[in-house]
């Protein structure tokens, strides 16, 4: 178990390496910009990137963090930053991680590669948008749609 938690913080720590985490000021400007205060009533300071980085620079278990699941993973963030910290690069990292070690995660994979195809909160925030459309959405990555696209069109 030991083990276990220090690969998975040696892991953390190239995904924060990767995403110049380390390098966050606090300014809160990618807070300011991040669209996830307006899609989400339920949006919180934990929520945002900057929270999120705070949490994934401090705390030992941001892979079982809800936080984690409800960016839609836009550039506004990245683009912002005056230290070139990508919370959109931080965010993919750390829920491929979490993927990996719990399962049981908010990921909504393709359901015939395994493909991260989105998160339940952000689904959650399409279907709300949709409504009667909602049924139409099927959970297959792009690359495995077009399999099954040429599938059907090949004779
Ligand atoms: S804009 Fe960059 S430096 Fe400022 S809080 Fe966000 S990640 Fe940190
Ligand atoms: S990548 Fe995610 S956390 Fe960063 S600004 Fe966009 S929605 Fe917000």
Known sequence: VQQDLKGEKMMIRMVLEESKAFFCVDCGKCTAVCPMAEMYPEFSQEMSPRG???QALLSDNILQ?????YCPGCHAGTRICPEGVS???LVAGLRKLAMEKYPESQALVCTRCGALVTTR???GYIHNHLG???NTISCLCPFCKRQVYMERNTI
């Open 52 to 54: 999120i980085i705070r």
């Open 121 to 123: 909160p952000v689904l």
């Open 132 to 134: 009667e459309k909602q």
């Open 87 to 89: 919370c959109r690069d």
């Open 65 to 69: 963090n809800d936080c984690l699941w």
